[in-house]
Nanobody
């Protein structure tokens, strides 16, 4: 399994970003996918999740109304659109399947993440 996050960068407060996650090594379309983030000095938190078919979506309260998760099962890619960004959105963002299959490798595998920095 390989998870490659991209799209992060520096953005001013109020700005927007679209993050991507390219997944490989498993049948992407069969798994609920999650976005997580870990801010400086904070624990990793679940930001959003999307079901296999994209019909069921959940967002963390902290990002509700500002974030849109989506997926393209043909391209094995997960997306996260973040708008009206604040400094609280500064974090490394990661994607991951909702459940981990032992055959994929170590349970503690995470991609390299993509850094998002919000500052003026």
């Amino acid at each position: 399994v390989q998870l490659v996050e991209s799209g992060g960068g520096w953005v001013r407060p109020g700005g927007s970003l679209r993050l991507s996650c390219a997944a490989s090594g498993f049948t992407f379309s069969r798994y609920t996918m999650n976005w997580y983030r870990q801010g400086p000095g904070k624990e990793r938190e679940l930001v959003a999740s999307i079901s296999e078919d994209g019909e069921r979506i959940n967002y963390a309260h902290s990002v509700m109304g500002r974030v849109t998760i989506s997926r393209d099962n043909d391209r094995n890619t997960l997306y996260l659109q973040i708008t009206a960004m604040t400094t609280e959105d500064t974090a490394v963002y990661y994607c991951r399947p909702n459940r981990w299959i032992a055959a994929w490798g170590p349970q503690d595998y995470w991609g390299q993440g993509t850094q998002v920095t919000v500052s003026s």
